[in-house]
């Protein structure tokens, strides 16, 4: 094992560098697209349910599928980074938007209200009171929606855009479980430190969750 | 009978729930547990039904120690309503009233008709019988728990604080008909609430607990009201024991004056009458139409009722009425008031 | 555009017999999805139960949920291909070994998830601990135990797809045989087919649900407004779906 790490060192690299780019950026534009969708939904309520069950359907296509129909619709190439991506973001949407979406809905109460007597504009009430005190069930499913994009990525091998999925093929056509085992252990600390990454950004961004009396 | 014999609880970590309890809850009556938050008055309520074991002590019912049975079958021969009603989501009002019965055997259809008649006792409408809980509103579904309670006829039951979690109309209204149940029934009753009030109103035994799962008294409410056994507990009964002492006293014994003669002395209001002769109101001279009644009493009633609505008339005076609703006397202040200046002078004989 | 669907719609490719015809390949899709759903559950439901209703080993129904998020599917199947040759067993035993954890940390939710007092008022009437799980927690928890085992079931039809790059069988040979030759119709035949496999199972595992569970107990389309659900509620629906991951 320590000899084919040594060996390949700078191909491992770049794969993870790969990945690692691969899965992120479809989380951020995701997760930055699921705002305004979940925003929507909850304004406009007959959004809601549509909203839910397109994004369900959505997430229920296997992703190698979901992968190829992409460049028909769109036209790019097969073997376009594009596919991966767009296909990702579109996981990531379907998941996050139905989470802003309640997320929304269940911090309405005495605090909004309370909010908008004070004259608060809709825009700035939801930037300033209603996301943070959505933060936590919001941290909770960016986290899952991260992990799942970097185990998905390695799917992406099969139309050429992989990252670690590459160790996986690659040891697949040689017959070697050492690149299959690395890319395995790479991916799942890759995702490990995402999430505690998400787990101090959270803590930083709401320090107020952490203070307090136990009740 | 229920007796506790020298029962303590101590939790792991040291903490003692309940200490050295002794403690005999008499046949066929109500016996409230009460006192503030972490007194015991749960803990000793659970370990009836053994759903916590006792440390050390036993617990016996009509003479049988209750560590002897077995825990299932104990419980079943046991009546449980806790505090929000604890009801199956997924079984129909019905089944979640046959519960005990389809544990113990019985045919189905055979308790599911024995269940729908209980619902009539509890003063559910029998169309609530194939709804699910949560399409009731809260007092229903308490309502639902005590007739699931009920449902194997046991003759010892256990409530937990079973009317805390409603608001005080409904509360009212339960506590009403509670009453009403268990003058049918007659069953050995252990009730815990942290309600002062409540545990007046229903016990016909009244225990306080003091923190740490001490017992502070035990005894009728009007024991406890006439002679708290020291500060903590008449504290706890609350500063106006000695008005909330009259509910206990009925009026029979009230003298009242005639009602078509009299003329309240300080405003010389006279009592308005229909053509039955029920009270309207009260005509003061320079006002046209009758100030209405705040209410009207009988001779069942209390003095506590009686000396509120002579408080909150209008004239100063009460007014009683017959089971028609015919007016057949007045009583006012003054006069209550020297009813219990003699009440007080034959207790002290 | 029109010859994309050469492959799907010639009448060739939807015989019934024959190896590399569609209703052959589903078939084998079908059928090894339900195989590897069904070892997982029969392994995990159990535990999950036990491990719900004792609190005893929480860790461990916590901790495996965690692991089988992170691990890359992929990279599993081709793991256990390589070890263990180009058979069907490893790729069944991966899929079984991928369905454990979602299904075992959403059971142990699930009745974790139960209200008390109901479990209180099941204990002190009289039941016995195994009537209790079968009576009460149960049929309450049954809401989000058959979303861990629907969610289950679209990984290992997900997964089955891409195991179809060790050879296995299903409709994702369309895919990966397409690939291979440059059959773009055959590709995106197997890509539609598969994704209206996976939308339809997922369909029909929602009719099963609302007929297996009380009526009592449904949340979705239940007479509870979604604007009482509290935050907590919210978090846990988002933890629910958390178990729900590799597509």
Known sequence: MITYLQNNYPEILSDLVQHLWLALIPIVVGAALSLPLGYLAVRIPSLYQPVVNVGAVLYSIPSLALFLMIPVIIGVGYLSPLNVLIGLSLYTLALLGRTVADALISVQGETTQAAQALGYRPLRQLLGVELPMAAPVLFAGLRVATVANISLVSVGAL???GGLGDLFTGGFQLGFVEPIIIGIVLSMLLAGVCDVGLVLLQRRLTPWTRVGGRA | MITFDQVTKTFPGGNVAVDDLSLELPTGQITVFVGPSGCGKTTSLRMINRTIEPTSGTI??????????????????????????????HRTVVDNIATVPFLNGVNKKQAREEAVQLLARVGLDESMANRYPTQLSGGQQQRVGVARA???????????EPFSAVDPIVRDGLQKEFLRLQAELGKTIAFV?????????LGDTVAIFRVGGHLAQVGSPQELLDNPADEFVADFVGRDRGFRGLSFVTADKLEVEPVRAYVDRATGARLVLDDGGRPQGWRFEEIGSPQPLAGTFTVEDNLRLVTDLAISSPAGAAVRVDHDGVADGVVAHEAIARHLTAMRRESER | ??????????????????DSSIPERLAQHVG??????????????????????TNRGAFIAIGLGNLGRSLPTFGLVLLLVVYLGVYIWPVLLALIVLAIPPILAQTYAAIRSVDPAAVDAAVGMGMRPLQVLFQAEVPMALPLIIGGLRNALLQVCATATIAAYASFGGLGRLLIDGLNRNQYDQVLAGAVLVAALAIALDY????????????????????????????????????????????
Do not use: C
């Open chain 1, 159 to 161: 139309v050429g855009s």
């Open chain 2, 60 to 89: 016996s019912i009509d003479g049988e120690d209750v560590s002897t049975q077995d825990a299932a079958l104990l419980r079943r021969k046991i009546g449980y309503v806790i505090q929000h009603a604890g009801l199956f989501p």
């Open chain 2, 150 to 160: 009920l449902a194997a006829d046991p003759p010892v039951m256990l409530m937990d």
């Open chain 2, 193 to 201: 609430t942290h309600d002062i009030d409540e545990a007046i109103k």
């Open chain 3, 1 to 18: 555009m029109l010859n994309y669907f050469g492959y799907l719609f010639d009448g060739a490719n939807w015989q019934l017999s024959g």
């Open chain 3, 32 to 53: 090894y999805t339900l195989a590897a759903l069904a070892l997982a559950a029969l392994i995990a439901l159990p535990l999950g139960l036990l491990i719900g209703h």
């Open chain 3, 204 to 247: 029909i595992s929602a009719l099963i649900e609302r007929v297996v569970v009380s009526p009592g107990v449904r949340e979705r389309g239940s007479r509870r407004s979604r604007r009482s659900r509290s935050a907590a509620r919210t978090q846990s629906r988002t933890e629910e779906s958390a178990v729900s991951t590799s597509r």
